[in-house]
């Protein structure tokens, strides 16, 4: 039988290998992580010394899966080009970056389709999540459902 996962939302502001470690002291064995700043696109360099110590360390506890959550700024289904490149770009790399970070999830929000109408907004989260998106890296995107405000995409299920 798999071990029940619980988990919490964890900075990984000192390292992954830290944060690992702060999650284990509050008797978590997975957790949650930003994988850059919430609110912009600002992210720190990746330490490969502290990703081996990490892995090593989610070895030796049977620690897992990493749960990283895009910045809120990313916006999938918007009609700007600014904002598609933005989105396209950040949400490339965090695949890229997690994917050597060795974690399994990425948890984000579809966003806004800025007035052009959903079925508008679920083509251009569909087409940006197909260019950018590969089977290769090990890291499943998620969409989080979103609170149902004007134009979001995705406060149904449907």
């Known amino acids: 039988m798999k071990p029940l996962r619980v988990g919490a939302h964890i900075s990984i ?8 470690k702060e999650a284990l002291s ?3 064995n997975t957790m949650q992580f930003f994988t850059r700043n919430p609110r912009g696109g600002a ?3 990746l330490d490969e010394e502290d990703i081996r110590k990490m892995k ?8 897992g899966p990493l749960v990283a959550h895009a910045p809120y700024t990313l916006n999938l289904a918007t009609d700007k ?6 989105t396209k770009r950040v949400l490339e790399d965090d695949i890229i970056r ?3 970070a060795g974690a399994e999830f990425l948890v984000l929000h579809p966003g ?8 508008k907004g679920i083509e251009r989260i569909a087409g940006i999540l197909k260019e950018v998106v590969k089977a290769d890296t090990g890291v499943t995107v998620l969409l989080e459902t ?3 405000a004007g134009s979001e995409v995705g406060y149904t299920f449907e």
């Open 81 to 86: 080009q600014e904002g598609m490149e933005f």
């Open 98 to 100: 997690l994917a050597k």
């Open 112 to 119: 806004s389709h800025t007035g052009q109408g959903i079925e």
């Open 13 to 20: 502001s000192k390292g992954y290998f830290h944060a690992v």
């Open 146 to 148: 979103m609170a149902g």
């Open 26 to 28: 509050i008797g978590a």
């Open 43 to 45: 992210v720190k360099a």
């Open 56 to 63: 090593n360390l989610r070895e030796q506890e049977d620690f």
